[in-house]
């Protein structure tokens, strides 16, 4: 406010500024938008600077304002200077490798708010056109940047393609959150759009992403999982019925691979057990090995778990050995977890099962040295969680603890609930083993709660024996120490 009324041109001026100033008893002054504005139109020549760098974001370049500018250097250098004379911006750097920051985000939107719709929309186009051509390397690390000014030039189809790009590369990052927030948003912007078979495909492979970044976000078997797999299985039977087939077979599998993995989860296991018998026929029928591992690595664990436990580790040896690195690692992605990495973790516990709990060491050991090497954070985590059965099992459990820690630590950075929940439940286990029965009750009931909310109910008979278990230790502590009487 005072800078205004310094700014002002006259004694009138200056008196309007200074009359505008509320009362003490007002928190936020209800003029601060309006003395902003006015600061920004006594700019001249650099208002227009000041709306475009608005445009471009909280910090633009010089290099990019003058591209979108397209002004003499002359005419833009004094603009510039009359625009940081006003402390609105402060630079950084000489031109023309300098960059710019607007003082506080409220001036940024009060220059943004002066834009019309349609200069608007052509200025958003001119900075896209400036980042493609310009800053190759940042559209290629920052697809949401180029999306974001796409979007709001009105360049729909181009925006939703950028979309689901970033949310790939935050896939395969393992930015789990942001990568659910921006493939959602690709797909909300192509819904609208006029279906073509090229945006058909790329809406299929988008929600099939979608739905492998919820089963680690949200859970394997929560809703929003189970009700992104349906549309999964309803845009490809659409599109099948339109005679267009996936371009890539294992677009099917993938969705498939989900229901087996949910049902898995949810522990529905009849739905289970035939579910992986289709996969494992339909695999029959390819001519690519990933399909095949997958189907042995469902049935495996089917298997396992319904207490066929040699009939289990055939069917893992067999995926682990169908299993290719170089060709198949990269579908980690495709398919929640790494498909080589995670049947070593089952067979681990298959072989403890069977009374070979040296060779069950050594494969788990060896299972979570896989995964560290593939540095795919999901894979680690299931690994991690996998693999702390073996441990407890064997009466590993300083080794139990330490895994679950480290797996609650991963949950924590990427946003996965489940597994999250998992590791909780994993250290709680490992401490009532090992006579920390506190810290047990108090970490598997919450740990419970928490795995319930996601869908997941897998397994949970054990872990409510174990915290049976430690609530009677903790009892007759109590009865040792204080001697109550029942």
Same mark, same amino acid.
């Given at each position: 406010?005072?800078?205004a009324a310094?700014?002002?041109?006259g ?14 008893a007002?928190?936020?002054?209800a ?11 006594r ?7 000041a709306q475009?760098?608005?445009a ?15 002004l ?21 750097g ?13 001036v ?14 052509a200025?958003?186009?001119?900075i896209a ?9 940042v559209?290629?690390?920052q697809?949401?940047?180029l999306?974001r ?11 939703a ?14 930015? *789990?959150?942001? +990568?659910? @927030?921006?493939?959602? #948003? $690709?797909l /909300?912007?192509?819904? =609208? ?5 090229? &945006? ?14 919820r089963?680690?976000?949200k ?9 992104? *797999?349906?549309? +999964?299985? @309803?845009?490809?039977? #659409? $599109?099948? /019925?339109?005679?267009? =087939? ?5 677009t &099917?599998f993938s969705?498939?691979?989900?229901s087996?993995v ?14 992986a018998?289709?996969?494992?026929? *339909? ?9 095949l ?17 040699a ?5 893992l040896e067999?995926?682990?050995a169908l ?8 579908l ?16 681990a ?13 050594t494969g ?8 560290r090497?593939l ?17 407890i099992?064997l ?12 797996l ?15 590791g ?12 920390a029965t ?14 319930r ?8 008979s054990?872990?409510l024996?174990v915290l ?15 001697g109550?009487?029942?």
């Amino acid at each position: 406010m005072t800078k205004a009324a310094l700014e002002a041109e006259g004694e009138g001026a200056a008196a309007r500024a200074i009359a505008s100033v509320p009362s003490p008893a007002v928190a936020v002054p209800a003029s601060l938008y309006a003395s902003l504005m006015a600061r920004l139109d006594r700019l001249g020549s650099a208002k227009a600077i000041a709306q475009i760098g608005a445009a471009i974001g909280r910090e633009f370049s010089h290099a990019l304002l003058a591209f979108v500018a397209r002004l003499p250097d002359e005419e833009l250098t004094a603009a510039l200077d009359r625009l940081l004379h006003s402390g609105l911006v402060s630079r950084q750097g000489a031109p023309p490798d300098s960059t710019y920051l607007f003082k506080h985000a409220l001036v940024q939107d009060a220059a943004y708010g002066t834009l019309l719709r349609e200069p608007r929309r052509a200025l958003h186009a001119r900075i896209a056109e400036g980042l493609e051509l310009q800053f190759p390397s940042v559209t290629e690390s920052q697809p949401e940047l180029l999306a974001r000014h796409c979007a709001q030039a009105g360049l729909m189809e181009r925006a939703a393609l950028l979309w689901g790009k970033a949310g790939e590369r935050s896939l395969a990052r393992s930015a *789990l959150l942001e +990568a659910e @927030a921006q493939l959602t #948003r $690709a797909l /909300a912007e192509i819904a =609208p759009l006029p279906g073509t078979p090229t &945006l058909r495909r790329e809406q299929i492979k988008l929600q099939v992403a979608l739905v492998n970044a919820r089963m680690h976000s949200k859970g394997y078997a929560a809703a929003a999982t189970k009700a992104s *797999l349906d549309v +999964a299985r @309803a845009l490809i039977e #659409r $599109a099948e /019925a339109l005679g267009e =087939p996936p371009d890539d077979p294992l677009t &099917l599998f993938s969705v498939i691979y989900g229901s087996v993995v949910a049902n898995y989860i949810a522990f529905n296991s009849e739905a289970l057990h035939e579910l992986a018998v289709q996969f494992l026929e *339909l695999a029959d029928r390819q001519t690519a090995t990933a399909p095949l591992c997958l189907g042995h690595r469902a049935m495996g664990i089917c298997l396992l778990h319904e207490g066929d436990v040699a009939g289990g580790r055939d069917h893992l040896e067999r995926a682990v050995a169908l299993y290719d690195p170089m060709s198949h690692r990269p579908l980690a992605t495709r398919f929640g977890l790494d498909i080589g990495t995670v049947p070593k973790n089952w067979r681990a516990l298959a072989l403890w099962l069977l009374g070979f709990p040296d060779a069950a060491r050594t494969g788990a050991d060896r299972a979570i040295e896989d995964a560290r090497e593939l540095g795919h954070v999901p894979t680690l985590m299931g690994t991690l969680a996998t693999t702390s059965w073996t441990y407890i099992f064997l009466g590993s459990y300083t080794e139990a603890m330490a895994h679950a820690d480290e797996l609650m630590a991963l949950a924590d950075e990427t946003g996965a609930s489940l597994w999250k929940a998992i590791g909780m439940l994993f250290r709680g286990t490992a401490s009532a083993l090992a006579g920390a029965t506190s810290d047990a009750v108090r970490q598997l009931t919450s740990a419970l709660r928490l795995y319930r909310s996601t869908g997941a109910s897998v397994s949970i008979s054990f872990f409510l024996s174990v915290l049976g278990k430690a609530n009677a230790d903790l009892v007759a502590r109590v009865i040792r120490t204080e001697g109550t009487a029942f």
